[in-house]
């Protein structure tokens, strides 16, 4: 047994701390995001937010329509699900029961950053109980807030969230973000198209292809629509257009 090995050895069986203080199950929960092969973005503009995934069709016998990691959660909550496909679904699935019970308590709709706190709640409780385990899945949401704008948050298997400028999860993650942070350090006031152009031109460019509009799938929030929707690909096709008029 290699010595790494046997400092592991015990510990990754179940949801306790290793002598190093780490908890190896949620270790390997971030490694089962990036082990389906997609990289999915999220970008904050200054009226619109929006999540961008290549959209990968794992049987030439699949319907393609049937095929998403992009989930609606409410009206006007939305999120990109990377990872572990039917975890992605069944953190959806309590989303939308959280999502509902708050509407029904307060009768209004859910903020993003409540919702992201729910989700993140959720999943922190799987990295304490050694009866569940966490789930292999990271969200990125995003919806408009009246009072704060355009809203892009992203939340770990192990419980932590933050709100984003832009960000990425899955298999190429960090090539995406340090794309994205050399976009950001001037502090850039997108308008819509230039951020649906920046999320396709991040995925192109950490994909090493250029992509169709079949190829890709893009949710959105903004201020002159508050409700969360999927670009037609009509609307893919004119903004790779212009992305490509504009290189």
Known sequence: MSGSRAGTAGYDMSIIFSPQGKLYQVEYSFKAIKSGGLTSIGIRGKDTVVVAAQKKIPDKLIDPSTVSSIYKITDYLGCIQTGIVPDAKLQVSKARQEAAH??????YQ?????MAKKVADQAQLSTQHASSRPLGVSMILIGFDDE??????????????????????GEKEQEATNFLEKKFKSNPQLSRDETIQLAISTLQNVLGADLKASDLEIGICSRDDTKFRLL????????????AERD
């Open 102 to 107: 708050f509407h029904h308590k307060f009768g």
């Open 148 to 169: 704060l704008g355009p809203q892009l948050f992203k939340m770990d298997p192990s419980g932590a969230f933050f709100g984003y400028k832009a960000t990425a999860a």
């Open 232 to 243: 037609p690909e009509e609307d893919i096709d004119n903004q790779l257009t212009k992305l």
């Open 110 to 114: 859910i903020p993003p950053n409540v």
